[in-house]
């Protein structure tokens, strides 16, 4: 059963309902999770897609965060999309073949190997899409639910085939991806510049990425350049050391695993030995400016399609216009929001904060409490 904030918060603002946000993503990371209920949302569902990761490692990611933060009874966890609407292993590395290689292919990856064994993860036997569509249609009257996906689109896609009202019931939609004007950046960059400005969530599977965008949600966000400049540093490191305590703290309790994951050595020149280690907070960034959008800074209203010829270096691609100039018929777009900054400050200590507050009780009384005094050395 679901207890609300607003009938335990101590000091806290009584609200008769709590927002709502669906969750799907190709692996989930804890702040992803913890940012939207820190924001006063209610997670209805965590759906976990193929993608950068394969399924069973998505779903197995979303399975440890639930899990450690002991917020299974409450959180349901789904298993979205196994697979891309059209694009398949073959069409994705032939692409690459006459086009031109990403550095970043995710669960296409040559020679990927699953990390989890499904039959170690609990879940919901019902698929993502089918779990996204009841819980709009639950709360369309009352708190219609925002959906937030950060993967593919492909499980979004798949309930809008099913339930074409989606986009009538649910408040909107924020996603992670959806680059515009990185073409220089990747021509000039090293590998991980070309990494990080290649658009895998839409390019993976475009079809879909072109159904969901322009459905004519009532607000579609799209967290794109904006997200890779929020990144990792030395600063954002010293900051979470000394507020847990020193790095032995950070390491020695496993309550502390997230922020174990952001400051590894603690060393900033050390890890950026792997640029895995360094990688900006991409779809964190989203998460904040949904829970908080008083974040905000600059935002840009555009029409946005995706680029579906096989045949183009540009599949997969998103392609804006002013909506004055775009096409009116033949090809569909959508209006959508493009997120140009944030409140750099603000979204660091959103990280900090969150991370360091106990949610272990959250699914049995609705809020988080003090961590202070309940890990050792904290
Ligand atoms: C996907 O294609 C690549 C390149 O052709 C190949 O190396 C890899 O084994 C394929 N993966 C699967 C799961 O078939
Ligand atoms: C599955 O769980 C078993 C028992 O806890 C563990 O030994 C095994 O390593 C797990 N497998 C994977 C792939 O996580
Ligand atoms: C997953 O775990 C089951 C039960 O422990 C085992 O039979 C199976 O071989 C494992 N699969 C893989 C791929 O490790
Ligand atoms: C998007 O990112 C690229 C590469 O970093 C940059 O050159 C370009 O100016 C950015 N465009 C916008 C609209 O932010
Ligand atoms: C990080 O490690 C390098 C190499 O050992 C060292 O020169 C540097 O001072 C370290 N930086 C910090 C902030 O500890
Ligand atoms: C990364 O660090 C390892 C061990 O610390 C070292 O062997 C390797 O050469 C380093 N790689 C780069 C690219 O600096
Ligand atoms: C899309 O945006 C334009 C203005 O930019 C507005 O006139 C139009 O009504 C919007 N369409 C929908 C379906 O919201
Ligand atoms: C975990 O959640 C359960 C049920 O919501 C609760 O009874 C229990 O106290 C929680 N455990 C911790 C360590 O907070």
């Not at 209920?37 to 965590?46: F, H, K, N, P, S």
């Amino acid at each position: 059963m679901r207890i609300v904030p607003s009938l335990v918060i101590a000091g806290g603002i009584s609200t008769v309902s709590a927002k709502k946000v669906f969750i799907d993503n190709d692996g989930l990371n804890a702040l992803q999770l913890l940012i939207p209920l820190y924001g006063g949302y209610d997670v209805v569902g965590v759906s976990m897609s193929f993608g950068s990761s394969s399924t069973v490692d998505s779903l197995g990611s979303g399975y440890d965060v639930l899990t450690s933060y002991n917020m299974t009874s409450c959180i349901p966890l789904y298993l979205g999309a196994q697979q891309p609407l059209i694009q398949t292993n073959e069409t994705f590395h032939l692409h690459s073949t006459l086009f031109g290689a990403p550095v970043w292919e995710g669960a296409f990856t040559p020679g990927y190997v699953d990390s989890y064994n499904i039959s170690n993860i609990t879940y919901s036997d019902v698929p993502g899409a089918l779990a996204l569509i009841d819980a709009v249609k639950a709360y369309k009257d009352t708190d219609p639910v925002m959906i937030w996906a950060a993967g593919m689109m492909t499980t979004v896609a798949q309930a809008l085939s099913i339930y074409p009202k989606l986009v009538d019931e649910a408040a909107g939609l924020y996603i992670m991806g959806g680059y515009v004007d990185t073409q220089f950046a990747q021509a000039t960059g090293d590998s991980f510049q070309v990494d990080v400005n290649t658009d895998i969530n839409l390019i993976q599977d475009p079809e879909a990425a072109q159904i969901v965008l322009t459905a004519g949600w009532k607000d579609l966000y799209i967290g794109a350049n904006v997200t890779n400049y929020l990144v990792p540093s030395q600063q954002l490191y010293d900051r979470l050391i000394i507020k847990a305590g020193g790095l032995d703290v950070i390491n020695e309790n496993d309550y502390l695993a997230p922020v174990q994951d952001i400051v590894l050595s603690g060393n900033y020149s050390l890890n950026s030995n792997d640029t895995e280690n360094i990688l900006p907070f991409w779809d964190e960034v989203v998460s904040a400016f949904m829970a908080f959008p008083n974040i905000l800074t600059s935002v840009t209203s555009v029409r946005a399609a995706v680029d579906t010829s096989f045949y183009s270096p540009f599949y997969g691609n998103l392609r804006v216009w002013g909506s004055d100039f775009a096409p009116t018929t033949g090809y569909r777009t959508g209006n959508a929001t493009i997120v140009n900054s944030i409140k750099k400050d603000k979204f660091y200590d959103l990280l900090v904060d969150v991370l360091f507050e106990d949610w272990r009780e959250y699914c049995h009384i609705g809020q988080y409490t003090s961590l202070k005094g309940k890990l050792n050395g904290y």
